[in-house]
T-cell receptor
Framework: DGGITQSPKYLFRKEGQNVTLSCEQN?????MYWYRQDPGQGLRLIYY???????QKGDIAEGYSVSREKKESFPLTVTSAQKNPTAFYLC?????????????FGQGTRLTVV | AQSVTQLGSHVSVSEGALVLLRCNYS??????LFWYVQYPNQGLQLLLK??????LVKGINGFEAEFKKSETSFHLTKPSAHMSDAAEYFC????????????FGTGTRLKVLA
């Protein structure tokens, strides 16, 4: 079945450590997105990529980094510079390429920093 | 800049009653509008979308929404609430402005009372 896979579902890290969240899609979508979700704040865009080897900062990119070396993969690194990293992280993809359609979401990764 | 406002962070209805979740958007270009549903600790699932054409859009699980350009609204309705409708609902907007980002509202948590 086609879809988006995020792993792991739950992740615990110590403060000061970098951590990488995985996002893989087999939908052949060009565009991919990372959102952060906090209670009462909805989804806030961290980074997005419209095509391989290119990505842009979203509204809250500070303390995060991404790469897009393959069409199927868009990993997110939460660095030690992110002041409040504990949150629910959602990866999404869409057809892209100028074709507007809905975004498809993964099941999310809940990151807890202790 | 595009934005989405969802009025009411929490809405309670009785089982069998009308569900009305409000969404207003701001966009300088024709918008594409979406409603998503999220169950606890899961990703977002598309309920329905408006792109062009008919302004009354029907979605899954008996939900529908009407695009009203003059009111910049895209409210979500369901004639009769079911216990299984209890979840968080997000309205989102994107457009042909070139960035192809999806902007989400802060969400409305729907509670269905027996």
């Amino acid at each position: 079945d086609g879809g988006i896979t995020q792993s792991p579902k739950y992740l615990f890290r110590k403060e000061g450590q970098n951590v990488t969240l995985s996002c893989e899609q087999n939908l052949n979508h060009d565009a991919m997105y990372w959102y952060r979700q906090d209670p009462g704040q909805g989804l806030r865009l961290i980074y997005y990529s419209q095509i391989v080897n290119d990505f842009q900062k979203g509204d809250i990119a500070e303390g995060y980094s991404v790469s897009r070396e393959k069409k199927e993969s868009f990993p997110l690194t939460v660095t030690s510079a992110q002041k409040n990293p504990t949150a629910f992280y959602l990866c999404a993809s869409s057809i892209g390429g100028g074709s507007l359609s809905e975004a498809f979401f993964g099941q999310g990764t809940r990151l807890t920093v202790v | 800049a595009q934005s989405v406002t969802q009025l009411g962070s929490h809405v309670s209805v009785s089982e069998g009653a009308l569900v009305l979740l409000r969404c207003n958007y701001s966009s300088s270009v024709p918008p594409y509008l979406f409603w998503y549903v999220q169950y606890p600790n899961q990703g977002l699932q598309l309920l329905l979308k408006y792109t062009t054409g008919a302004t009354l859009v029907k979605g899954i699980n008996g939900f529908e929404a009407e695009f009203k350009k003059s009111e910049t609204s895209f409210h979500l309705t369901k004639p009769s609430a079911h216990m299984s409708d209890a979840a968080e609902y997000f309205c989102a907007v994107t457009s042909t402005s070139g960035t192809y980002k999806y902007i989400f509202g802060t969400g409305t948590r729907l509670k269905v009372l027996a």
